[in-house]
């Protein structure tokens, strides 16, 4: 569980300094683990998660984050983290 709130959390640290791309692929990592593991994030967290998943969609031209969306949900954990960090 709470390795899908650090990649929610990394989702919208990009989103907030407007890397859009960066952030569609780690939600699309975070929906993978959500869906995988039957976790779901609530509370305050759910409702920054929406927030910020909203700006990236409205960002980004929508085949651009549908790629980088799926990209993100065909991404492995170790290979997410591994992002995070850079």
Known sequence: MFQVTRLFVAARLATAHQQYLRAATLFGVADQ??????????GPMRT??????????AALDPAVFDEAF???RQMRLEEAFASIRK
């Open 70 to 72: 799926v990209a993100g």
């Open 33 to 42: 683990m959500h869906s995988h593991i039957q976790y779901v994030i609530a």
């Open 48 to 57: 920054l998660a929406d927030v910020a998943l909203a700006m990236v969609r």
